[in-house]
């Protein structure tokens, strides 16, 4: 037995080995179904006489296997398979595992629970599916049972007691040699290996002994279901170390502390809106004035802050009556002039004018569509003459050249 706990261990090292490589199956994953059939043959003829003889007893089996992947490397599955009459027999036929001849075609019957570990995927790593050529090793413990079975002739019935048992512990090791097919790897051809024990045919009591074994060579196919991951495999599951989610982690407070920047950039607007819309209700509210003639033929006009350029928000309502007009008489040429207030130099007030002309066009051009080559610019310079208001000469108006 100590071999059997060895490999157990080795199955939990492959386990743990694998268990973070692959996503988590659900309970009805990675079950697979298979039939396999073959030849088996004593190994060594039994001290006793009584064992078969190696490619002398050849006994005909078959068998059914049901099972699940538990991870890529380490499974489970349940097999049980029938044994036929000898070939070189018949009437009484010899059973190689069990010692005894019997007078039935189904000899006996051996069911066992074996654990597979795949080698390929536990030295070689999971890739995200199966490969085309994988070897796997299997080993369990099992039942076996004789049907009709009687002393062969009752020769040996003083030396070999435990032989005429019907009902015994059995053992097996061996390798699966493996070929995935299919496009979704669904299906899988086996040739199988194996050793076969009957621990209880020794007069010693329960051991590996060679002369109560038999070698089996079958061949195998299964059919695995389908997974609730859409697959018929495991799927590999997107690790991240420490490292990586600290980074992350960063990147997540690095964008929270830039979107708190954000509001309060979009408060201080909010505000500066709001104190642009106080200023337009109190021009709103003084009293009226006499426009000169000359001023503009088109109205409205964009009213700047004082050595401004940028329009105000507040402005844009204006502009867009100019670009609707514009829309609305496509024969329309408009002349855009800025003015100064006499504050400042001459030399500023002239750029700040001119810079005013341009920053109107521009709002058309860009953000309403109207083609450039239908506005013209003109700095005015300063001026007190153009509005009562002084602060109303920080302008621009606009001249439909059509008209």
Sequence with gaps: ??????LCAAAALAVSASAQTVTESKTFDNWYIGVNGGLATGIHPSQLGCGGTWLKDITPNAGIRVGRYFTPVFGLAAESN????????????MNNLFGNYTNTLVNSINTSLIATINFSNWFGGYKGEPRLFEVSGVYGLGWGHVFGGEDHDRYYANSWDSADKVDFL??????DFAFNLGKDKAWQVYVEPAVVWNLEGAKKGVRYDANYADFQLNAGVVYKFKNSNGTHNFTIAQVRDQAEIDGLNAKINDLRNDLNGKDSELAAKNRQIADLQKALDECNSKPKYEKP??????????IFRQGKSVVDPAQYANIELIAQYMKNHPEATVEIKGYASPEGSKELNQRLSEKRADAVKNILVKKYKIAASRLTTKGMGATDKLFEQVEFNRVATFNDNAK
Excluded: I
Excluded at 82 to 90: G, K, Q
Excluded at 170 to 175: C, F, P, Q, V
Excluded at 293 to 302: C, G, I, R
């Design 82 to 93: 029938v044994y036929f009459s000898d070939l070189h027999h018949t009437g009484r036929t």
């Design 1 to 6: 037995m100590k071999k059997f706990f060895t």
């Design 170 to 175: 059995t053992s097996k090791a061996g390798l």
């Design 293 to 302: 003639a000359t001023a503009t033929n088109l109205q409205p006009t964009v």
